[in-house]
């Protein structure tokens, strides 16, 4: 397997600081193996994202740590859940003569004759399977040709999946379907979705609804309540009037 080069400086800025990291367009990174001591590192953002578009987490990386090659995997991407950019990377350096354990992407490929009559439809339950190989036996992808695919109930389970078994072993069970046609959606099966999709809108309005008025009340309550140590006056008592007494 070719390996991609890519260029890493130690990391002398750890902690919250590494936001200053982030806004010089470089990624906090660290590498850990096994037998290997971990080492801080920072990576250029436009440089990473290159390499991991080519590789993703299957293919070997030729990491170059101040001049010093490290050929490594790329493991636990953090993403920015709102930007979609990366934070945190991990690099496990790999001894190439030692197998490892990765996921490694399922792809469809082809066209079922099930799916272009409209017989059936293509159900992909699974997206990944783990493996166990030496680093330069990884696959970058595993394809399923789904053009044998012609009726409801055909199905290519891990025990059917291409790989050189020789080289790869795939630690999933052999049983586990991964592709498969399944029944078309019936019109009552439709009919039954819509009036359920419209029960749940009707029950999401009525409780904002609800939500609105409790907010309300509880603005009008503050409104009305006075305010921390603030005392109501009282109003001065009005004494009975005194009777005059006739003048003698």
Do not use: C, W
Not at 87 to 95: A, E, K, R, S, T
Not at 157 to 179: H, M, N, W, Y
């Amino acid at each position: 397997m070719e390996q991609t080069p890519l260029t890493a400086q130690v990391r002398k800025v750890f902690g919250r600081k590494v936001k200053s990291l982030r806004k010089e367009d470089f990624i906090p990174a660290h590498v850990f193996g096994h037998k290997i001591k971990t080492i801080h590192v920072q990576v250029k953002a436009g440089e990473f994202s290159k390499v991991f578009d080519k590789v993703g987490e299957t293919g070997i990386v030729d990491l170059s740590v101040d001049g010093e090659k490290r050929p490594v995997l790329i493991r636990n991407l953090q993403i920015h859940p709102v930007t979609d950019q990366p934070l945190h990377i991990d690099f496990y350096q790999v001894n190439l003569t030692e197998k490892v354990k990765v996921n490694v992407p399922i792809e469809v490929v082809g066209e079922s004759p099930a799916v272009e009559k409209k017989i059936g439809l293509l159900l992909t339950p699974v997206s990944e399977v783990e493996i166990e190989a030496l680093p330069a036996d990884i696959p970058e992808k595993i394809e399923i040709d789904i053009s044998k695919l012609a009726n409801v109930g055909d199905e290519t389970k891990v025990k059917d999946l291409p790989v050189d078994r020789t080289k790869v072993e795939i630690l999933a069970e052999p049983e586990l379907v991964v592709v498969q046609i399944g029944e078309l959606v019936t019109k009552e099966m439709e009919a039954v979705e819509a009036e359920i999709e419209a029960e749940q809108a009707e029950a999401a309005a009525e409780a904002g609804e609800a939500a609105e008025a409790v907010e309300g009340a509880e603005e009008a309550k503050e409104e009305a309540a006075p305010e921390a140590g603030e005392v109501a006056e009282e109003k001065p008592k009005e004494e009975p009037p005194t009777e005059e007494k006739p003048s003698e």
